[in-house]
């Protein structure tokens, strides 16, 4: 049976775009076992994928912090003997950077990854031995499913099959039906404004839907609480990690969200999602491949309020 490693460390919706591709790989290459090294804070994403036998994580983000300390070079080669431990027929690095690519080296198997031209860091595709063209202009889940395919040897396409589950009890129990407003991001470009938010969940609660917030650190929690305090019933919950979150999230009527990681999520795993572009373009790295959601806005162009809630309306 062939094994096959993907590379794929971070952020949330770049591994959450990967997700086809490995989907693809187990329905085209019969007997494929399937192994993913992903930056720590993401293995529990990975790890809800039917297909993946082994998530290997790796704390470059956290080892950047004391790159001489003992501990990190400690946890480093034991990432590295982890990873020896199989010999891959492939192993396929779709993100393209030097970061990844040096994962890729620890690896045993014959190494893929875009060329010069399609690599994210053109350095990157020195260290494949395999370097195939990807095209720049195509959404990032068909630009992963489309390496996989060359490197792999089958042919690209067919549906769009994220492969996630998030089974299990949810870590809390909103009232039913409930909304996800998915308010963070990493960049403050890519943020709705606040008022806009309220707006959003004014209507939402006077439909009978409940908003609910989840939040990541202190300032998105701050964040939450002030959008929530002027939207009736609503609840902004404990902090959770990302297999909590996903249970909540399979239980949700709809979600709205910028441009974050946790919107991908969403959609993946089946929610009705609405997507809120300020600073970011959704033709390239959009919610994509869920039916039953929606991109709105642009660069520079936020959607109004009402809008999202007409986009949202058919799933109340």
Not at 91 to 119: E, F, I
Not at 202 to 222: H, I, M, T, Y
Not at 292 to 297: D, P
Not at 298 to 305: L, S
């Amino acid at each position: 049976m062939p094994r096959i490693l993907f590379v794929k460390t971070s952020s949330l919706g770049d591994v959450v775009h990967n997700c086809p591709a490995v989907s693809d790989v187990a329905r085209s290459v019969p007997g494929a076992r399937i192994d993913w090294v992903v930056e720590e804070a993401f293995a529990e994403v990975v790890a809800l994928h039917r297909s993946v036998e082994r998530v290997i994580p790796l704390a470059i983000r956290r080892w950047r912090a004391a790159p001489l300390s003992g501990a990190t070079w400690s946890e480093a080669a034991a990432f590295r003997r982890k990873l020896r431990e199989v010999r891959y027929d492939a192993v396929v690095d779709t993100q393209g950077l030097l970061k990844s690519a040096l994962a890729a080296c620890c690896a045993l198997g014959p190494r893929h990854g875009p060329d010069r031209a399609s690599a994210r860091e053109p350095l990157a595709a020195r260290f494949y031995q395999h370097r195939h063209p990807v095209a720049p202009e195509r959404h990032a889940v068909e630009r992963n499913r489309q390496l996989a395919a060359a490197a792999l040897g089958y042919a690209a396409g067919g549906p769009c099959d994220y492969g996630l589950a998030a089974a299990g009890a949810p870590p809390l129990e909103p009232r039913s039906p409930f909304a996800l407003l998915l308010t963070m991001s990493s960049r403050a470009g890519k943020l709705w404004p606040e008022e806009h938010w309220r707006a959003l969940g004014a209507r939402l609660a006077s439909c009978g839907v409940q908003c609910v917030l989840p939040w990541g650190d202190e300032e998105e929690q701050r964040r939450c609480r002030r959008i929530a305090a002027e939207i009736e019933g609503s609840l902004v919950p404990r902090h959770m990690g990302l297999a909590e979150l996903a249970r909540l999230m399979a239980r949700a009527r709809c979600a709205a969200g910028v441009d974050t990681g946790l919107a991908h999520l969403a959609a993946a795993l089946g929610v009705p999602v609405v997507g809120i572009y300020t600073g970011s373009d959704p033709m390239l790295t959009g919610i994509y491949g869920a039916p039953r959601s929606r991109n709105l806005g642009a660069p520079g162009a936020p959607p109004a309020p009402e809008a999202v809630f007409e986009a949202l309306a058919g799933s109340l």
